[in-house]
C-alpha cells in the first residue's frame, strides 16, 4: 500500500484566533442546545471522568470528554475544537451533508458506518447501489485527493439530524443524556422508516454510549452503526503511544487515497497490522486507515486499548454489542490523535467484491431493533 502525506485538517488555533470574544461560549449548535454532563472527582488515586459535552442538533454527537487524573488534573479524552470553534464550523463552514462533524469529537455514523460504492449520478452529487434487489440512492459526499479518485458516500446520514425528546437524568454516580432522532427513511435515501434512540451515561469509571434503530416501518431495512471518535494523545508524542485491536485479520484495500476494499481479508501475521500484543504495539510512524476483523471477544466485550506511556495515559474502548463485527483505525502520521471506529459492517458492504459475504449489515424487519453500545475507560498503564 502506498503511503500519502496529508496536510494539516483542523488548525484550530490559527482559527480561534479569528473568533471574536462575544463568539466564544455559544449556547446552541445545530440550532440546539449543547448539552454538558458533569460530575466532581473524587477520587485521590484514580483516574475519573468528569464531564461530557454534546451536540443534539448534530446527531447528539460527543463534542467533547474530559478525565480527572490525580497530579495532572483534567485531560482531554477526546481530539475536539472548543466550543466556539465548533460552533463556527458547523454552523457556519459545513456542507448540506454535515460532513465536518465526522471531523471532530465523537459522531455517530448510522444507517452506514465508513465507505459505500456505486453508480455516481451525472451531477456527481449521488450515488446508486442496491440491496436485495432494492436501490438505494445516496449522497457522494467523499472524495479522495488524488487524481482520478472515485467518489462515495461514507458516514452515514445522521451528521445533520436532531434529536428531540431530551432527557437529562441524575444517575447514581453521574448523569445521563438521550436523544430520539425520527430519521424516518433517512431523507428518502433508505428503505422502510427508523427511530434511534441515543443515549450517553457518565460515571467516574465510564462513559457509556449506546444507539437503538427501530424499524418503526413496513419493510425489511438494512442497518449498521458505528462512530467516529477522535482519542486524544496527550503526550504529543505519537510515535510512542502503543494501541492494541484483538483482530486476526485486515482487510486489503486499493489504497490510501480511496481505501476501497478489495474483498479480500490478510491475516495480521507479523506485519504492522499486527496489534494483538496486550499492551499493544508502537504507532511508530506507520499510518493507518485500516479495518480489523475476526475480532477476539472476551468477558462479552472486544476490547481495544490505546495506551501512552509518555503521559502514563491509558484508555479501553470496550464493544458491547455482539453485531460489532470490525474495528476501523484512523491514525494519520502528523495528527495526535488515533480515531478508534466499533462499527458492524466491512467498508463498502453492499460490494460485489465480496461474493456474497456476510459484511455486517443486519437485516431488521418491521417491529425489530439492534442496539449497538461502547463502553470507556481511562487508566493508568
Keep these: 500500500?502506498?503511503?500519502?502525506?496529508?496536510?494539516?485538517?483542523?488548525?484550530?488555533?490559527?482559527?480561534?484566533?479569528?473568533?471574536?470574544?462575544?463568539?466564544?461560549?455559544?449556547?446552541?449548535?445545530?440550532?440546539?442546545?449543547?448539552?454538558?454532563?458533569?460530575?466532581?472527582?473524587?477520587?485521590?488515586?484514580?483516574?475519573?471522568?468528569?464531564?461530557?459535552?454534546?451536540?443534539?442538533?448534530?446527531?447528539?454527537?460527543?463534542?467533547?470528554?474530559t478525565a480527572n487524573f490525580p497530579g495532572k488534573g483534567e485531560v482531554p479524552v477526546l481530539a475536539s475544537p472548543g466550543l466556539a470553534l465548533a460552533a463556527k464550523m458547523l454552523d457556519q463552514q459545513d456542507d448540506a451533508n454535515g460532513d465536518l462533524s465526522y471531523r471532530?469529537?465523537?459522531?455517530?455514523?448510522?444507517?452506514?458506518?465508513?465507505?459505500?460504492?456505486?453508480?455516481?449520478?451525472?451531477?456527481?452529487?449521488?450515488?446508486?447501489?442496491?440491496?436485495?434487489?432494492?436501490?438505494?440512492?445516496?449522497?457522494?459526499?467523499?472524495?479522495?485527493?488524488?487524481?482520478?479518485?472515485?467518489?462515495?458516500?461514507?458516514?452515514?446520514?445522521?451528521?445533520?439530524?436532531?434529536?428531540?425528546?431530551?432527557?437529562?437524568?441524575?444517575?447514581?454516580?453521574?448523569?445521563?443524556?438521550?436523544?430520539v432522532i425520527r430519521a424516518g427513511s433517512f431523507g428518502g435515501?433508505?428503505?422502510?422508516?427508523?427511530?434511534?434512540?441515543?443515549?450517553?451515561?457518565?460515571?467516574?469509571?465510564?462513559?457509556?454510549?449506546?444507539?437503538?434503530?427501530?424499524?418503526?416501518?413496513?419493510?425489511?431495512?438494512?442497518?449498521?452503526?458505528?462512530?467516529?471518535?477522535?482519542?486524544?494523545?496527550?503526550?504529543?508524542?505519537?510515535?510512542?503511544?502503543?494501541?492494541?485491536?484483538?483482530?486476526?485479520?485486515?482487510?486489503?484495500?486499493?489504497?490510501?487515497d480511496n481505501v476501497f476494499p478489495t474483498g479480500k481479508l490478510d491475516p495480521v501475521d507479523s506485519s504492522q497490522y499486527n496489534l494483538l500484543a496486550p499492551n499493544g504495539m508502537p504507532l511508530d510512524k506507520h499510518f493507518y486507515d485500516d479495518n480489523w476483523s475476526h475480532l477476539q471477544w472476551k468477558n462479552d466485550a472486544v476490547t481495544v486499548k490505546v495506551i501512552d506511556p509518555a503521559a502514563r495515559y491509558g484508555m479501553e474502548i470496550e464493544g458491547l454489542s455482539p453485531d460489532i463485527q470490525t474495528i476501523q483505525m484512523y491514525a494519520p502520521v502528523d495528527k495526535q490523535f488515533v480515531a478508534i471506529e466499533d462499527q458492524y459492517n466491512f467498508a463498502d458492504p453492499f460490494g460485489k467484491e465480496w461474493n456474497g459475504m456476510d459484511t455486517g449489515m443486519v437485516t431488521l424487519k418491521p417491529g425489530q431493533s439492534t442496539k449497538w453500545q461502547v463502553r470507556l475507560h481511562v487508566f493508568v498503564p
Design 1 to 65: 500500500m502506498r503511503k500519502l502525506a496529508f496536510a494539516p485538517a483542523f488548525p484550530f488555533l490559527a482559527l480561534l484566533l479569528l473568533i471574536p470574544a462575544s463568539a466564544q461560549t455559544p449556547a446552541t449548535i445545530g440550532g440546539e442546545k449543547i448539552i454538558t454532563l458533569n460530575r466532581a472527582p473524587v477520587s485521590k488515586t484514580m483516574p475519573e471522568f468528569t464531564s461530557v459535552t454534546l451536540m443534539p442538533g448534530r446527531g447528539m454527537e460527543l463534542l467533547s470528554i
Design 104 to 179: 471532530m469529537g465523537a459522531a455517530f455514523l448510522v444507517p452506514y458506518p465508513n465507505r459505500i460504492r456505486g453508480k455516481l449520478s451525472p451531477d456527481g452529487k449521488t450515488l446508486t447501489t442496491s440491496w436485495r434487489g432494492h436501490q438505494l440512492t445516496l449522497p457522494a459526499n467523499n472524495v479522495g485527493k488524488l487524481p482520478g479518485a472515485e467518489r462515495h458516500a461514507m458516514h452515514g446520514l445522521i451528521l445533520k439530524a436532531k434529536a428531540t425528546d431530551i432527557r437529562v437524568l441524575s444517575t447514581p454516580g453521574g448523569e445521563q443524556a438521550s436523544g
Design 189 to 256: 435515501h433508505w428503505l422502510s422508516k427508523t427511530d434511534l434512540v441515543i443515549t450517553i451515561t457518565l460515571t467516574a469509571r465510564a462513559v457509556d454510549a449506546s444507539v437503538v434503530a427501530h424499524n418503526i416501518g413496513n419493510e425489511d431495512e438494512p442497518m449498521a452503526i458505528g462512530w467516529h471518535p477522535y482519542f486524544n494523545l496527550p503526550s504529543g508524542n505519537r510515535e510512542q503511544v502503543r494501541v492494541h485491536i484483538p483482530g486476526t485479520m485486515v482487510a486489503q484495500v486499493d489504497n490510501y
